[in-house]
């Protein structure tokens, strides 16, 4: 064997997953932590542009959503040609994108997380009204996995989400209700750990993890689907999803929990993750 073809087995050639989100220029959140978290997975990582953020550490400046027939385009070049193991979704836009995008997901054969990303961690909207029940009707039926954070489930829900277990975990049976295969709720503070409810067919389970004090979580969602997504590439095809998906989801969420923890102080205000400490253990 050539020391190439060598490396092609160490470095899994097939693991490619496609990530369908909006532009961070500041590498913090978006595409960018979605190709640093595929990278540090050991994973080809390709993005699909569907709107450009101008925006760092200190805030979200200007938001501009690109053409649904240009990101058709982008989707139809990539997957035509290197085609993923697994997609993920990140900011989306508006409900025209939603649909374009959920027309493009409808033939994949491969797994699907539906990031339902609606605001940025400077309260800027990302995503207009109309977009959440575009969400809802139209791609949300389609996902694999979804991982709304309380905030973002409480609008898909149209409820509050109370601060109790029952009403999580009943919160995280209503999302599935939606007609995700599975949800992964991101519920932020629980008794002092950080709280998230996971449901499939079969069983609804809590993991929580020690919760850091500090405000440099920019893109902890994002890394977390995109690490998630990571996972799912890397498993044999044949493999049985759900297993696949649980063991996918308590890494993602080991590994993020690290990042952040982790995290130095980049630029002035609320910094990004450590997406290069996106792994479990030191
Ligand atoms: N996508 C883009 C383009 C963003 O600007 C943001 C937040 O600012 C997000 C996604 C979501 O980021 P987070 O992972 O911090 O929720």
């Known amino acids: 064997m050539s020391e190439n073809q060598d490396r092609a087995v160490t470095i899994a050639p ?17 595409l960018q932590a979605d190709l640093k ?3 540090q997975n050991g994973v080809y990582g390709m993005s699909v542009v ?15 959503v690109l053409s649904a027939d240009l990101v058709n385009e982008q989707f139809d070049a990539v997957m035509t040609d ?19 995008i959920a027309a ?30 575009a969400y809802r009707e139209i791609l949300i039926p389609q996902a694999t996995l979804l991982t709304p954070n309380r905030f973002e489930a409480e609008r898909l829900l149209d409820r509050e989400i109370g601060t109790d277990l ?26 002092g750990e950080q709280m998230h409810a996971f449901i499939d067919s079969a069983e609804i389970l809590t993991i929580s993890v020690a919760r850091h004090e500090t ?48 995290a130095p102080q980049y630029g002035r205000g609320s910094g990004p993750i450590e997406s290069r400490m996106l792994h479990i253990g030191d």
């Open 166 to 191: 029952d009403d999580l975990l009943r919160a995280a049976e209503e999302l599935r209700d939606l007609g995700p295969a599975m949800v992964l709720l991101k519920a932020g503070e629980f008794e």
């Open 215 to 262: 405000t440099q979580t920019h893109g902890a969602g994002c890394s977390l689907s995109a690490t998630i997504t990571s996972q799912l590439a890397l498993a044999p095809p044949d493999q049985e999803m759900e297993s696949t998906m649980r063991a996918a989801v308590e890494f993602g969420i080991a590994a993020v929990n690290h990042a952040i923890h982790f």
């Open 104 to 133: 493009c997901l409808a033939g994949t054969p491969c797994p699907v997380v539906v990031d339902p990303v609606m605001i940025s961690k400077h309260g800027v909207t990302l995503i207009d009204d109309a977009a959440i029940q």
């Open 82 to 100: 290197i085609p993923p193991r697994a997609i993920k979704t990140g900011a989306l836009g508006n409900a025209s994108l939603i649909a374009e």
């Open 50 to 64: 569907t709107l450009i953020t101008v925006q760092n550490t200190l805030g979200v400046d200007r938001v501009e």
């Open 14 to 30: 097939h693991a490619i997953a496609l990530t369908i989100a909006g532009s961070d220029p500041s590498g913090g959140a978006g």
């Open 37 to 39: 978290a595929f990278q």
